[in-house]
Structures are given as C-alpha cells and as structure tokens.
C-alpha cells in the first residue's frame, strides 16, 4: 500500500522533516514499516527514509514527526522534488496491509 502527493506543475520542495498523522480513532491499523520516498518525475524514487518496526503510533489521531538527514548522502546536485509518497514495507501494528493515514505534513 502507498499514498503519493504532487506538488503540481512548477512546484517543488527539499524536506526537511515530514510529519505523518494516523488515521483511525482506535489506534488500530498503525504504521509499523514504511519508506518515505521522492521523486522529480513519478517514475524513479529515491528513499529519504526507511522505517522499520517503528512502534511511535500507539494511539488514534496521533502525529509522529520525522526528520530527514539524507542530504550529506546524495552524490548528484540536490533538486527540489515534486512527487513525495509513503510505501508501506510490511504489516500494520494489525497484521494486515491496510494504510491508515488521515494527513502528511512536508517541510522544507
């Protein structure tokens, strides 16, 4: 499972940090493995961070924040992205493939 977000034509960002907002009232369904990707052209992602096993979820309607160190890694001129998503790389804190998210937050 995965959500994509395009910033739009002529539009684009270098994050800094990235703020995720689960999805349900119960806490069930939370994200646990994931990778937060981008992309100039829609086609060929680049991860700027991996998540696994992160238990920060725990309630309904929570945040969790995540900054982004991968700029000292990046070997070609850095560039604004347009397209951003969140890719799913195992089971929720349910067992199952569900992707509960209710908003994602960019800052750059």
């Known amino acids: 499972s995965w959500i ?3 910033l739009g034509e002529g539009f684009g960002l270098i994050p800094t940090c990235y703020e995720v907002y689960h999805g349900k009232a119960d806490g069930n369904d939370a994200l646990r493995s994931w990778n937060f990707q981008a992309s100039h052209n829609d086609r060929h992602w680049q ?3 991996e998540h696994r096993n992160d238990f920060r979820i725990t309630e309904g309607f929570q945040k969790i924040t995540s900054s982004l160190h ?3 890694d990046i ?3 850095l560039r604004a992205f ?3 998503r969140i890719l799913m790389t195992g089971s929720n804190s349910s ?3 569900h992707l509960c ?3 994602v937050e960019l800052f750059g």
């Open 47 to 49: 991860t700027l961070r």
């Open 101 to 103: 998210i209710s908003k």
């Open 4 to 6: 994509e977000i395009d």
């Open 75 to 77: 070997t070609e001129p």
């Open 95 to 97: 067992g199952r493939e």
């Open 70 to 72: 991968y700029i000292n």
């Open 82 to 84: 347009r397209y951003f």
